[in-house]
């Protein structure tokens, strides 16, 4: 074979086969799971493969630091199996809190972006909410097996299965309030011009790149990736074209 069938070649394959599951790069392989249940904005298969905010987020750092990543089509109990077992090695982006007494197989870096839960309204039925014990007597919405700080104190809570259904209870005012993150909420809302609005501020959390222990020597270059993609802005901006 001379040298230039050689690279024609070595093209062709690469675009016949590269896709979510095949990689001709050289890198260091990085496993993400990403399950095919819509969880937009965060994680979806939606359009041409794996996207959303955590998966570009993710997908950016790799880039960074030389790391091939690829993606598995796991449910999100398989996916938390899987890393336990070291067959997924990155996910993003999550709080160590969530991930209790795994310290032995687990690393996490800098904070990437907050997640910022708030109180959903009606339109211009809004009220201020500066803790909890206001909600004794409302109808609040969350979603289904959450669980909300103050909860104690809800009045009646109504779950739904996912942020849309329970903007849809909130717009239609089966609800009084609604507790959802913010660029959840955004994303449906601005999908689907949903007339309601936002108030007060319920709680935050930072949340991180979760890293297998078989990739500890990578966590001072996906830190200072991290830094250096939110000093340019492409953190905001991954996050803001995905809630658009």
């Known amino acids: ?136 007597d409302k109808k609040v919405a969350g979603i289904k097996g959450f669980t909300y700080p103050g909860q104690e104190n809800y009045g009646t809570r109504i779950d739904g299965d996912n942020p849309l259904e329970v903007l849809k209870m909130v717009e239609q005012g089966l609800v009084d309030v609604a507790v959802l993150e913010r660029h959840a909420a955004s994303f449906y809302i601005n999908h689907n011009e949903m007339k309601v609005q936002f108030g007060d501020l319920y709680y935050s959390v930072d949340v991180s790149v979760r890293l297998h222990k078989s990739l500890s020597h990578r966590l001072d270059e996906v830190n200072k990736a991290i830094a250096k993609l939110k000093k340019t802005g492409r953190i905001s901006a991954i996050i803001q074209r995905n809630i658009r």
């Open 1 to 136: 074979m001379n040298g230039r069938f050689g690279i024609f070649l070595t093209v062709v394959m690469g675009i016949l086969f590269h896709g979510p599951f095949v990689s001709l790069a050289y890198g260091e392989q990085w496993v993400m799971s990403v399950q095919h249940a819509d969880l937009s904005p965060f994680k979806h298969r939606n359009g041409h493969g794996p996207g959303g905010i955590n998966v570009d987020i993710l997908d950016a750092i790799a880039n960074e630091v030389g790391a091939d990543l690829i993606f598995r089509d796991f449910t999100i109990a398989q996916g938390r199996e899987k890393f336990q077992q070291g067959q997924v090695t990155v996910d993003c982006c999550l709080n160590k809190i969530w991930f209790p007494d795994q310290d032995n197989i687990q690393l996490f870096s800098d904070p990437i972006y907050r997640l910022i839960e708030v109180f959903v309204f009606p339109k211009d039925k809004a009220f201020p909410v500066p803790d909890t014990t206001v909600l004794r």
